[in-house]
Nanobody, 122 residues
Framework: QVQLVESGGGLVQAGGSLTLSCVASGTIFTIHDMAWYRQAPGKQRELVATITATGGTSYSDSVKARFLISRDNTKNTMSLQMNNLKPEDTAAYFC????????????????WGQGTQVTVSS
């Protein structure tokens, strides 16, 4: 059993900052790529940022230079530092990870958290 749990969401004024966290727990051999997604009401889920096991990162154009993704492989955690937040950043934010549960590669699968709400007021 593997679980991803997000935290850190909330209500913030435009221009403010929030840091989201994601913790993976359960039977974990190794965690490959991790990512943050978000979904605003009435819109499709979109990729916000990704980070590889070795720390390589990528960002959507809409958050580049404002958000910073990081991870701690020793603690099976991932964070998303969000700065200069805008009302259009309002969404439910989800963490996702490719997790391998044993040394057998066949046990690798994609897992999702339940989401944490971020609301940015203007």
């Amino acid at each position: 059993q593997v679980q991803l749990v997000e935290s850190g969401g909330g209500l913030v004024q435009a221009g403010g900052s929030l840091t989201l966290s994601c913790v993976a727990s359960g039977t974990i051999f190794t965690i490959h790529d991790m990512a943050w997604y978000r979904q605003a009401p009435g819109k499709q889920r979109e990729l916000v940022a990704t980070i590889t096991a070795t720390g390589g990162t990528s960002y959507s154009d809409s958050v580049k230079a404002r958000f910073l993704i990081s991870r701690d492989n020793t603690k099976n955690t991932m964070s998303l530092q969000m700065n200069n937040l805008k009302p259009e950043d309002t969404a439910a934010y989800f963490c996702s990870a490719e997790i391998q549960r044993t040394w057998k590669s066949i046990t690798r699968g994609a897992y999702w958290g339940q989401g944490t709400q971020v609301t940015v007021s203007s």
